[in-house]
């Protein structure tokens, strides 16, 4: 079975820059699309990002677009999320796991739909 980690989270300052990465053992991770997600103390998890199995195609929420980018590499088994312009509130506990649908073309980023999810990394944006 898949088990993902997530690392590459910590404190910055508003305006900087975090890459997370999530890494798979057990299987390879080029049979899956990958989602990133994020929850903040006190609100419902959320979708921020996900990339299709060959990473031809990717989704983001908007709060995010323009500031967040995905991308993969299956040879190392991992799966980024960049993070550029960072504000207070994108601080939170942020996920990856697994699409349920991964023999789609295409990804979404509805919590309900992924499984195997990591233990989270925590960011936290502020001066």
């Known amino acids: 079975q898949v088990h993902l980690v997530e690392s590459g989270g910590g404190l910055v300052q508003p305006g900087g820059s975090l890459r997370l990465s999530c890494a798979a053992s057990?299987?390879?991770?080029?049979?899956?699309?990958i989602g990133w997600f994020r929850q903040a103390p006190g609100k419902e998890r959320e979708g921020v990002s996900c990339?299709?199995?060959?990473?031809?195609?990717?989704n983001r929420a908007d709060s995010v677009k323009g500031r967040f980018t995905i991308s993969r590499d299956n040879t190392k088994n991992t799966v980024y999320l960049q993070m550029n312009s960072l504000k207070p509130e994108d601080t939170a506990v942020y996920y990856c796991?697994?699409?349920?649908?991964?023999?789609?073309?295409?990804?979404?980023?509805?919590?309900?739909?992924?499984?195997?999810w990591g233990q989270g990394t925590q960011v936290t944006v502020s001066s």
């Open positions: 796991a697994l699409y349920r649908y991964s023999f789609q073309a295409t990804c979404a980023t509805l919590p309900s739909q992924y499984d195997r």
């Open positions: 990339i299709s199995r060959d990473g031809s195609n990717t």
């Open positions: 057990g299987s390879s991770l080029a049979y899956y699309s």
